[in-house]
């Protein structure tokens, strides 16, 4: 899997003036020409040990899931909602799929999952072994740092400080 360089993303894509979740969908909706869409779900964490779900279609949308009790918080909300995010402008669902035991998991589990959501790739992370994880949380990191940059916050300096180091 190819990698994204993260600071040209950024640079090109920007972000939405006011970052929140939704915010940050709308925006990268826009800019990347796709249906994105954000809901909640509840006892993702709980049951699958997973704080977001990025579900591809069939119906190529992106459906982005964050678990309810992360989402009450709204920082947590947004980073959770990045990452998904990072996975989405990485094209990490280029040439996956689902296996048919991961979907029937998921309806079963997850009744409130849309009936019409036909899966064709997931990402959900339990750890950073992966690339495509650790790609996708950089990208996150960065978005959040960036946003504490644009406002003046000493966090985000220093997270871009830091981030400088990291070189795709």
């Avoid at 996956?96 to 309806?107: D, K, N, P, W, Y």
């Avoid at 790739?121 to 644009?150: K, P």
Wanted: with cysteine; charged share 20%; proline share 5%.
């Amino acid at each position: 899997m190819p990698k994204f360089d993260l600071s040209a993303t950024l640079q090109k894509i920007g972000l939405p003036r006011r970052l929140t979740a939704h915010t940050l969908i709308d925006h990268y909706a826009h800019a990347l020409g796709r249906d994105i869409r954000l809901s909640t779900l509840p006892g993702l964490s709980a049951s699958m040990g997973w704080c977001g779900l990025w579900i591809r279609g069939e119906d190529l949308v992106d459906y982005i899931f964050v678990d309810q009790a992360a989402a009450a918080v709204p920082i947590f909300e947004t980073h959770i909602v990045a990452h998904e995010l990072g996975h989405v402008v990485a094209g990490h669902d280029q040439g996956a799929t689902a296996e048919a035991s991961l979907i029937a998991l998921l309806q079963a589990r997850f009744p409130a999952l849309p009936p019409h959501v036909v899966v064709r790739a997931v990402m959900a992370r339990t750890t950073y072994e992966l690339e495509a994880e650790q790609e996708a949380e950089r990208f996150a990191t960065l978005v959040m740092a960036r946003a504490n940059l644009q406002s003046r916050s000493p966090i985000g300096r220093a997270a871009e400080q830091a981030l400088n180091h990291w070189k795709d």
